[in-house]
C-alpha cells in the first residue's frame, strides 16, 4: 500500500518513469500531471501531493497556495526560476535542484560552442557543403589563435569552474566575475577576478554561467555589449534570459561582437519574430558564419539524464523519509 503521493511532470523522456519509480521505491504512488509539456501545475490536482518531482512544469504561487500536504518540490535539473522558490519558502515547502549532474556535459558544449566560433567551422562547413570546387578557405572574419587569449567567465559556479579548467588547458588566460565566491578562490584555482566592466574590456571571450534571477535577467544586455572588447565572441550556454537577444543582434551587426554561439534563448523555441533567428535562418550575409545556435542541449548524454533522474528521485525520497532536502534552493 503506497505511503506517499507523488507528482511528476509529463512529457518526460521516458513515459514509463521507470528510474524515478525506482528510486521512489516500490511504496510510493507516482502519478503523472496532467498539464501539457512547459505549462503551469494545475495546483488543485495536486493538492494532496506529498512532493513533486518538475521537468518543465512551471509552478507559480497559485498552484503553491493550494498544496495542503507538499513537504518539497524538486527540479529536475539546475535552473530552478520555473519554480517561485519565494511562494514556496513562504509556505515551508524546500525546493531542491539537481546542481551537479551535466557538468561536464554543459562545460564541454561551451567549449565547443567556442572552438566552433574560433575556428570559424559554421562558414567553412557552409563553403564546403556548396561546392566550393577550389578547395577555397572562404574570406571571413580573421580568426586567431586561443593560445594567449583571455576568457571571460560570468559566474564561477560548478560549470564555470569546468569551463574555466578546460580553457587553462588550451593554454587561454582566464578572468572571472562573480561577487558570491569567497577570496582565495581565484588563487587555488589560476584565475583572475574582476570586475563585470573590467572582464568586459580585457576578454578575447566571454561566456555566460549564473543562474536565472532578478539580479541576472537580461544581465547581458545593451550596456554590456557596449563595453564589450570590440571583436569578441559570446556564448550562453546558462539561460536564455540572462541575455538580451536584441541587444546581441545590435552588437553582431555593428562588429563589435565577432560571432556568437548559443544554446539557450529567451524563448524556447524562439518565436519567428524573433530578429536574429529570422535572419540567421535566412542566411542574411551579415550573420553569415557567426552564429552557431543549438536547442538548448547542453546538458544532454546518456549518462548525466540518468544522474539527472536518479537524483531527483534520491532528493524526493529522502525527504519523505525525513532527512533534510540537499541542494535547497531557498533556504
Known amino acids: 500500500m503506497a505511503t506517499h503521493l507523488v507528482y511528476i511532470s509529463p512529457g518526460h523522456m521516458d513515459p514509463a518513469y521507470e528510474i524515478e519509480r525506482a528510486g521512489l521505491g516500490p511504496d510510493i504512488e507516482l502519478r503523472v500531471m496532467s498539464n501539457p509539456d512547459g505549462g503551469d501545475m494545475d495546483g488543485a490536482e495536486a493538492r494532496e501531493a506529498d512532493a513533486i518531482i518538475t521537468w518543465r ?63 570559424g567551422l559554421m562558414g567553412y562547413d557552409e563553403a564546403v557543403r556548396s561546392g566550393n570546387e577550389a578547395w577555397k578557405r572562404p574570406d571571413a572574419r580573421p580568426l586567431y589563435r586561443l593560445t594567449g587569449q583571455t576568457l571571460g567567465i560570468v559566474g564561477l559556479g560548478r560549470i564555470g569552474t569546468a569551463v574555466a579548467l578546460r580553457a587553462k588547458a588550451f593554454g587561454m588566460r582566464v578572468v572571472f566575475h562573480d561577487p558570491y565566491i569567497p577570496d582565495g578562490m581565484d588563487r ?88 536574429l533567428i529570422k535572419a540567421w535562418r535566412a542566411g542574411e550575409a551579415w550573420v553569415r558564419g557567426r552564429l552557431v545556435l543549438t536547442p538548448h542541449a547542453a546538458f544532454y548524454s546518456e549518462e548525466s539524464e540518468r544522474d539527472m533522474r536518479v537524483q531527483a528521485a534520491a532528493t524526493a525520497r529522502a525527504v519523505l523519509d525525513g532527512r533534510p532536502p540537499r541542494n535547497r534552493v531557498n533556504p
Open 57 to 119: 512544469t512551471h509552478i507559480n504561487e497559485a498552484a503553491i497556495d493550494q498544496l495542503e500536504r507538499c513537504r518539497v518540490i524538486v527540479r529536475m535539473g539546475v535552473g530552478y526560476d520555473i519554480v517561485d522558490v519565494d511562494a514556496a519558502k513562504r509556505r515551508g515547502i524546500p525546493v531542491c535542484n539537481v546542481p551537479d549532474y551535466c557538468t561536464n556535459e554543459v562545460a564541454d558544449h561551451t567549449m565547443a560552442l567556442l572552438l566552433a566560433l574560433s575556428r
Open 188 to 275: 587555488a584555482l589560476g584565475l583572475t577576478r574582476a570586475s563585470l566592466d573590467e572582464l568586459l574590456a580585457a576578454s578575447d571571450a566571454v561566456t555566460l554561467h549564473t543562474p536565472l534571477t532578478d539580479e541576472t535577467r537580461d544581465l547581458a544586455g545593451s550596456d554590456f555589449f557596449a563595453k564589450i572588447k570590440p571583436g569578441a565572441l559570446v556564448v550562453n550556454t546558462s539561460r536564455g534570459g540572462v541575455m538580451d537577444v536584441g541587444a546581441l543582434e545590435a552588437a553582431l551587426r555593428d562588429g563589435r561582437v565577432a560571432a556568437a554561439g548559443l544554446d539557450v534563448l529567451p524563448t524556447e523555441p524562439p518565436g519567428p519574430e524573433l530578429g
